[in-house]
């Protein structure tokens, strides 16, 4: 079956930097665009990133765009989010997620998902 498993969350200050990854195994990694989510406390879902299967475009959220990075590693079925100039309100839990319906906002279009890494960023 598929398999999303996030790495390299953590507790971090602010302007750190930290990188998640998102090891995909049961799927035919390549073919598959891959997303980013994350969801803090009392919050809905929220879209980060996501990146295409085939022409490798990436998308991302308004709050995220010039400080994190998503890119993959089709070698090792990896997914990786580089997040930089940390916020407080980046801290949340990030999942990676994908699925048959290719690069969405809305969480509902995709059909796998990770457990989730705790990001933490204090002030």
């Known amino acids: 079956q598929v398999q999303l498993v996030e790495s390299g969350g953590g507790l971090v200050q602010t302007g750190d930097s930290l990188r998640l990854s998102c090891a995909a195994s049961?799927?035919?990694?390549?073919?598959?665009?891959m997303a980013w989510f994350r969801q803090a406390p009392g919050k809905e879902r929220e879209f980060v990133a996501g990146i295409r299967w085939n022409s490798g475009r990436t998308y991302y959220a308004d709050s995220v765009k010039g400080r994190f990075s998503i890119s993959r590693d089709n070698a090792k079925n990896t997914v990786y989010l580089q997040m930089n100039s940390l916020k407080p309100e980046d801290t949340a839990v990030y999942y990676c997620?994908?699925?048959?319906?290719?690069?969405?906002?809305?969480?509902?279009?995709?059909?796998?998902w990770g457990q989730g890494t705790q990001v933490t960023v204090s002030s």
């Open positions: 997620a994908t699925g048959d319906g290719g690069i969405s906002f809305d969480s509902t279009e995709y059909d796998y």
């Open positions: 049961g799927l035919p990694f390549s073919r598959y665009g």
